[in-house]
């Protein structure tokens, strides 16, 4: 195995765009940013992914590939020193490409040194970022960057194909000593790996240096993959873009009534240990999406989220697993949340209109002077507790909000709501 300091994954950059594997939507042939750096211009862009998709990789491809130089820095250990230094050699050059890693993380001093270079040409950014830069990149550099190009977590076809360029690899990979490895072993790595290439290429070192030599060659069996790949659990993080994305995934899911898929988020969820917001998500879930379609499943997930936060995980997965499927295979509506949505509209547009006396507040002395509470019809005294009187604001009158669905239980309050809007029409007293 090769001697050096430097991490197998370092070493085994692409050179140009065209080492580059995956990403195939940003940088494959035929593509406008691959068309521009091929001709040498590089345009100011924003990349965003999570670790290990490639963003260090292509900037430094993007560079050679188009001649330019490259400056690298990084927001959280760089200060406006390097980027006014970044700023002169391309006074000098006119061929400098600044890459500035973690660029969501730019302070306003930072900012305040770099964007009258950018607004001028000066220089070119390239900003790496693991957060979405509509979210936590500035705008003002957001709007000066002609790119912004989302990552993607490569395939394990794409890591395999990573792992056997190292592997054969003599000069910059582990291909000086031939390595003997079954490539089920190699998929093993590379979907334990899960997308990350970085990842993916460590794992691969460590098996190497813990291979067997034999005969001039080093021998990977699968007790050493399982030992490598042992502790390769799940990870997200709890305040990035992926993790939202999970979240949203699970619940579309559950509203779309695919119990196989909801269950994957759920299990990618837990293993990330964030049972407070799964627990909050199945309760949103339960009154947006399932609603009055089947009304008790509010009691239930609340059942269910309560006994969860009992448990604890690992247990609490067995309640939630339960109260995920029966949400999934349930009647679904969302009519009672869209017409309040319609409401709010209304309200927010100065819609208002006046409250009708007979509703309001009479419990005051002088109430009846100002003719509040004066005709009010007690429902309760009526048969079938039901009364034709105005409760909308005479501006609003005939306004309807509610558009019952004919799912589930709503099946039944659909019959009523319109029993009652037909019995107003007809200016009926009583049901």
Known sequence: MRKTTEPLAVRMRPRTIDDIVGQAHIIGPGTPLYKMVKKGYVPSLLLYGE??????????????????????????????????????????????????DEIHRLNKAQQDVL?????????????????????????????????IQQLKRLQSADLLVILKRALTDPERGVGETPVIIDEALLWRIAEAAGGDARAALSLLEAAVAAADERDGSLYIDEAIIASCTANRGFTHDKYGDTYYSLLSAFQKSVRGSDADAALHYLARLLEGGDLAAVCRRLLVIAYEDIGLANPMMGVKVQAAVAAAERIGLPEARIPLAVITVELCLSPKSNSAYKALDAALA????????????????AHYQGAAVLGHGQGYLYPHDYPNGWVDQAYLPAALEGVRYYEPKEHGEEKYYAKVYRRLRQLKQDGNVEP
């Open 115 to 147: 964007l009258p270079h950018l607004e001028s040409g000066l220089v070119t950014l390239i900003g790496a970022t693991t957060e979405n830069p509509f979210h936590e990149v500035n705008p003002a550099i957001r709007s000066r960057c002609g790119q």
């Open 346 to 361: 209304d309200v927010r547009a100065g819609k208002l209109g006046e409250i009708p006396d007979h509703l309001k507040d």
């Open 51 to 100: 670790p290990g998709t490639g963003k260090t990789s292509l900037a430094y491809a993007i560079a050679r590939t188009a001649g330019r130089e490259l400056v690298a820095i990084n927001a959280t250990s760089s200060g406006k020193k390097e980027i006014e230094e970044a700023a002169e050699a391309a006074r000098w050059s006119g061929h400098v490409l600044l890459f500035i």
